[in-house]
């Protein structure tokens, strides 16, 4: 699934550089007639395979180092490009549009307020000393946050919140069905929904819009949380049940025409993106090995996603735009990528290393092997599920 997710990844920036540098529609907005773009598709997918990965970690591992491996994976990533885009990217923005870092750090909103304001996973400062605002009313930026991408990680640790619970409740390991259950509960509140209009936006046209809040995370929009746990639990649901689910190359093609015939003609988030979650599963399993190795030892995806948006931004304020779409969107796949690799090989890895910090090393040879998706050696043991299923693919 490693190189799935450097391409959704990819995706959430391709989408993001018609917005972004030229203020028009996102990519596949036109396609799915308003229901989503590439990006919100692509992270649809992503929350599905983490939904996989997560889930295969949470039964292996116990509560306090569940969350500790949560942590490690999400934070200090974070962390970093919070204060690159503080003190490298938004300075430099600044003194593009200014001619000068004067008054850069005694604005409201400067960079210390954003790394203390979003340190804590809820991005609840979206500019940096205005000079997003500043950009949009020169007519050079066109969407008002920094870094809009971010805002999915909220609610990936609200669904690793869920793991942890069923994992502690016992759901997991004895209980498989009780997920079904939260699966089906969460399909009919979407099919209540979809029932008045099959063309919607989502969560955009919810009738879920009070945001909750929620302790230590602050404001939580329940239709984002809906539709994004919905995603969730169908990896959830494929990992507890992947010795029953077939791998099928009719039921693979059948999923990708199921999928776009849903986002063409309605209803994708009832009926597509569970057709989403089984071909993403399909194809992880059909690719060639030599796609298969891209990834295994170092995973960019993470920090592909994350600094994409800001380095459209940026770029787009430099004036990287008057190039035109495909050379800004090369540049900005480029830049995004260069600091994914720094970001995993000074931050993210060094970080994963700490993983099993006070506990105790295993004796012996390990039975399976890992990689950076799967650290705790939760794959699937030899000969644990009939053939052609999901659980013998893997």
């Known amino acids: ?122 991005i609840r400062q979206a500019d940096v000393s205005s000079v997003v605002t500043d950009a949009t009313q020169n007519g050079i930026a066109h969407d008002p946050g920094i870094n809009g991408a971010l805002w999915s990680l909220h609610y990936e640790v609200l669904c690793y919140l869920g793991v942890a619970v069923l994992a502690v409740t016992g759901v997991l390991a004895r209980a498989r069905r009780a997920v079904l259950l939260i699966a089906l509960v969460l399909a009919l509140l979407l099919v209540r929904e979809a029932a008045t209009q099959p063309f919607w936006a989502g969560p955009f046209d919810s009738s879920y819009s009070r945001l909750v809040e929620i302790p230590l995370l602050g404001h939580t929009h329940p239709a984002f949380a809906l539709y994004l746990t919905f995603a969730f639990v169908l990896g959830t649901v494929i990992e507890l049940y992947r010795e029953r689910i077939p791998v099928s190359d009719v039921l693979g093609f059948l999923s990708l025409v199921t999928l776009l015939a849903s986002a063409r003609f309605g209803h994708l988030f009832v009926v597509g993106i569970p057709a989403f979650a089984y071909f993403l599963v399909w194809l992880a399993i059909r690719l060639p090995a030599p796609f298969r190795r891209i990834g295994a030892r170092n ?96």
Not at 20 to 32: A, D, N, S
Not at 92 to 118: C, E, I, Q, T
Not at 366 to 377: C, I, L
């Open 1 to 122: 699934m490693n190189v799935i997710r450097l391409v959704l990844a990819a995706a959430v920036i391709v989408s993001h550089s018609r917005i972004l540098g030229f203020g028009k529609p996102e990519f596949g907005h036109g396609f799915t007639q308003g229901q989503v773009d590439f990006g919100k598709w692509s992270v649809y997918g992503f929350f599905v395979l983490s939904g996989i990965l997560v889930t295969r970690s949470g039964m292996r591992l116990g509560l306090g180092r569940f969350l500790w491996h949560r942590a490690l994976r999400l934070l200090p990533g974070l962390w970093a490009c919070l204060f690159v885009t503080a003190l490298v990217i938004a300075p430099l923005m600044y003194w593009k549009l200014h001619g000068s870092l004067d008054g850069f750090a005694r604005r409201d909103g400067g960079p210390v307020d954003y790394l203390l304001s979003n340190s804590a996973i809820r």
């Open 299 to 394: 995973d960019y995806s993470y920090g592909v996603y994350i600094y994409g948006f800001v380095v459209e931004q940026a770029l787009a304020v430099f004036g990287f735009t008057r190039w035109g779409l495909l050379p800004y969107l090369a540049l900005s796949l480029t830049v995004a990528f260069l600091l994914a690799v720094v970001s995993w090989h000074c931050v993210e890895r060094p970080a994963m290393r700490l993983k099993d910090l006070g506990g105790r090393r295993p004796v012996g040879r390990p039975r399976h092997r890992t990689g950076p998706h799967d650290p705790d050696g939760t794959g699937p043991a030899a000969g644990s599920a009939p053939r052609d299923t999901v659980g013998a693919a893997r």
